[in-house]
């Protein structure tokens, strides 16, 4: 190997190992940026790479940006003190009931708005209702990271590296649905079983109070209208196999606009919630992604899929997929998306070898905090709300949680195909 092609793969596994332990509690995306920013003063990519693989990541930046001025609208409006009182209302002051409901709003907002939306839009409504509620926060909050990538391949738009992915070669939806139908129900009913089990003592007793449904404005109700909205914005734009981005912060602005002309307010201020540092991970990990695939990276993984695909199907599939959720973990699933998407399209192997990579790629980071850019969201929503969770605390559910759904989500794939032929 080259010295130049091992001085970058250094770097890279430098920064990404950095990111995943957080040395002295610094945020992510300081070492990941710190990483392209060695990159090109060492001149060990040329800074036209760079810039060309940070507009590559445009797309993603738009559909964040949305979703975090979404999801600050719904605070400032009440709409997370609302949900809160009508989740709790409907627990009837059971744990148990109270933790069932999260999980299947949480499963929703997935499947209809994304696996970002579900941590950047749903977390704080959660928290607020675990602490109105007066109940341990932990078995609730892990519902809203988990699913999110639980039910993140129900559809395209559930998660936004679907699209990184099958990009250019997205099946329709009627041939999405007959392949990951199955395996995604199986995704969610396992997490979820896996869960309860996991938290079955602090799910034990009663809610305090269940108290009574909170009053929402019609600002509030408006926003609830637009989150709507958005949803059908996203569908339709994943039917026209359209990016996500543009559509996802244009109707966001629009909301924004609409309800604080309605409520008659400054929507400006607003606009902090636009926070940075998310998009300046992102920015570091495409430059990171374009910088190992320059030292032949897709030849590797094009190499390590056709040792996959030599094997029979079944173990190939369980082995495709299990390989790349555990690579999620050390690289992370956005720039392990890239290089999958890209390693796919060259290699052309079979349907059922490409579902189980995407399971992978989709599942594997409930694995650990940095598996994704949603748990990354996630955690800095936790932040925001001075909510801590540990690498630690995470690896104890993610290690139980992710395999077994793996294994049901792969295995029910492989039922799929052999049910199709």
């Known amino acids: 190997m080259p010295s130049a092609h091992l001085a970058v793969g250094l770097i890279v596994s430098a920064s990404l190992l950095l990111m995943l332990i957080r040395p002295r509690d610094i945020a992510e995306g300081w070492w990941i940026g710190g990483g392209a ?19 590559e990541g445009t797309d993603v930046y738009l559909f964040l940006a949305g979703m975090m001025l979404l999801s600050e609208l719904a605070r400032s409006e009440g709409v997370f003190r609302w949900l809160a009182s009508l989740a709790i209302g409907s627990s009837r002051r059971s744990r148990s009931r109270l933790f069932t409901t999260t999980y299947a709003i949480g499963t929703l907002v997935t499947i209809f708005m994304s696996n970002d939306a579900t941590a950047v839009v749903l977390t704080p409504a959660i928290l607020a209702a675990a602490q109105k509620a007066k109940v341990p926060p932990l078995p609730y909050l892990f519902v809203c990271a988990l699913v999110a990538n639980a039910a993140s391949f129900v559809l395209p738009i559930s998660n936004p590296a679907n699209l990184v992915v099958f990009d250019g070669t997205m099946p329709p939806l009627a041939r999405w649905l007959a392949s990951f139908a199955v395996p995604s129900a199986l995704s969610i009913l396992t997490t979820y079983g896996t869960l309860r089990w996991l938290f079955q003592q602090d799910l034990r007793g009663l809610v305090p109070d269940d108290g009574r449904p909170e009053p929402l404005s019609l600002a509030g109700r408006l926003v609830l209208v637009g989150l709507g909205l958005v949803t059908v914005v996203l569908l339709v734009a994943s039917a026209v196999r359209a990016n996500l981005g543009l559509p996802t912060c244009v109707a966001s602005v629009a909301v924004t606009a609409a309800v604080c002309a309605t409520a008659k307010r400054n929507p400006f201020p607003l606009s902090r919630a636009i926070s940075v540092g998310p998009l300046f991970l992102v920015a570091g990990l495409f430059i990171l992604v374009d910088a190992i695939q320059g ?15 030599s094997l029979p199907p079944v173990a190939g599939a369980l082995l495709a997929g299990s390989v790349v959720a555990v690579a999620n ?9 890239l290089i999958a998407g890209d390693t796919l399209r060259q290699a052309h192997p079979s349907t059922l070898l490409s579902n189980a990579v995407l399971i992978g790629v989709d599942l594997g980071p409930n694995l650990s905090v940095t598996g994704s850019l949603a748990t990354i969201l996630w955690l800095i929503a936790l932040r925001k709300e001075k909510v801590e969770v540990s690498f630690l605390q995470f690896l104890k559910v993610g290690v139980v949680a992710m395999p077994l759904a793996l294994l049901a989500a792969v295995g029910g794939s492989v039922l799929m195909r052999g049910l199709i032929r």
């Open 295 to 309: 030292i032949g990276a897709l030849d590797v993984t094009r190499a390590w899929l056709a040792r996959a695909a």
């Open 37 to 55: 920013a060695l990159l090109l003063v060492t001149r060990l990519m040329p800074w036209r790479a760079a810039v060309r693989a940070v507009v």
């Open 329 to 337: 973990n050390v690289v992370n699933n956005l720039p392990l998306g």
